[in-house]
């Protein structure tokens, strides 16, 4: 929203945290820097779900105790953990790959899926195999 104050146009930004019944606004000096913090800021999305899918949503929100907008995000976010580990032991993408795309360092992604009991799709001889192809490059 813009604003006239007495140094100038200005710029304000609300965001609302409803899982935290609070919101947050911002002033800015220039429409570019409120374009940034719009650009980080949640998006509002329209999706058509089934009635399954809905229920999922409510269900998790229940049992988390938190509202269905949190639920249907925490859902995404482990329907695309699931989408990428996948990929991942299928041999589609690389262990460097997979932890781009999870934000999670190789280490961190090791774990996890060590944790879930996810082999690496590779064998034991060509990761040696890469490993000398490796160390012959320095």
């Known amino acids: 929203m813009e604003f006239n104050s007495e140094v100038g146009k200005k710029y304000k930004v609300t965001r609302r945290l409803p899982e935290l019944l609070v919101a947050e606004t911002k002033i800015f000096k220039s429409e570019k820097k409120t374009k940034l913090r719009m650009n980080k800021m949640a998006k509002v999305v329209t999706l058509r779900l089934k009635e399954r ?3 999922f949503i409510k269900e998790l929100s229940e049992k988390e105790n938190e509202d269905k907008s949190y639920a249907a ?3 995404i ?3 695309w953990i699931y989408f ?3 990929k991942y032991k299928e041999g589609k993408i690389s262990i ?5 795309e ?3 360092t190789i280490t961190e992604t090791i774990e996890l899926l060590a944790d ?3 082999n690496s799709p590779i064998s034991y001889e060509e990761y040696l ?3 000398k192809y490796l160390k012959g490059a320095f």
């Open 53 to 55: 899918e809905l229920g």
């Open 73 to 75: 995000r925490k859902l």
């Open 77 to 79: 976010d482990y329907g």
């Open 84 to 86: 990428i580990l996948k």
């Open 96 to 100: 460097g790959k997979a932890s781009k």
């Open 102 to 104: 999870l934000n999670l």
């Open 116 to 118: 879930l009991g996810i």
């Open 129 to 131: 195999e890469g490993y």
